[in-house]
T-cell receptor
């Protein structure tokens, strides 16, 4: 059974640019959540996708957007990058969106904005 | 809104000694509680979870946690730590009321096991 994978592992972008991060969910999982983890902080919820629809959003501006595809993989897009967007971005998948379903985390993508 | 407090940012402890990492959450309504571990440059790995039932939860690697509803706490314990337990530990709460079951994380506790 393949776990959650994320790509790329690292990337460096310039302020004002746009970036797309990718996540492949664990086999059989239909729910993907994205988190931002700034240095020295706990992960912060960005949004969740369930069966290709957004199923909740955290306190992030609209320039953070996402997609979920029919195979339940997902993308996180960030427009107009700011220096504060530098962080580890974590993707987590779960069997369903319901309560108590464990979220399985990928290794993360480290984004550096200069 | 839910919040999670991890009172200790760093906990140094000698190898083979016991350790307790503290976690408090803000609400007494029904919640699901989790402890995750993060090793350097890696994602999060689930140690244990509380959904319902017995308040003492046993997890992987010899860790356990006790859910205390009256004190809104979910402290993590291990009776004897190893060097390999050195890592960042995160407590998280899931709010079934929100509908998204997003996880709300604490700021983490860095466990440093000393030889």
């Amino acid at each position: 059974e393949t776990g959650v994978t994320q790509s790329p592992t690292h990337l460096i972008k310039t302020r004002g640019q746009q970036v797309t991060l990718r996540c492949s969910s664990q086999s059989g999982h239909n729910t993907v959540s994205w988190y931002q983890q700034a240095l020295g902080q706990g992960p912060q919820f960005i949004f969740q996708y369930y069966r290709e629809e957004e199923n909740g959003r955290g306190n992030f501006p609209p320039r953070f957007s996402g997609l979920q595809f029919p195979n339940y993989s997902s993308e996180l897009n960030v427009n107009a990058l700011e220096l504060d967007d530098s962080a580890l971005y974590l993707c987590a998948s779960s069997l369903e969106a319901g309560g108590g379903y464990e979220q399985y985390f990928g290794p993360g993508t480290r984004l550096t904005v200069t | 809104a839910q919040s999670v407090t991890q009172l200790d940012s760093q906990v140094p402890v000698f190898e083979e000694a016991p350790v307790e990492l503290r976690c408090n959450y803000s609400s007494s309504v029904s919640v699901y509680l989790f402890w995750y571990v993060q090793y350097p440059n890696q994602g999060l790995q689930l140690l244990l979870k509380y959904l319902s039932g017995s308040t003492l939860v046993k997890g992987i690697n010899g860790f356990e946690a006790e859910f205390n509803k009256s004190q809104t706490s979910f402290h993590l314990r291990k009776p004897s730590v190893h060097i390999s337990d050195t890592a960042e530990y995160f407590c998280a709460v899931s709010d079934p009321v929100s509908g998204t079951y997003k996880y709300i994380f604490g700021t983490g506790t860095r466990l440093k096991v000393l030889a």
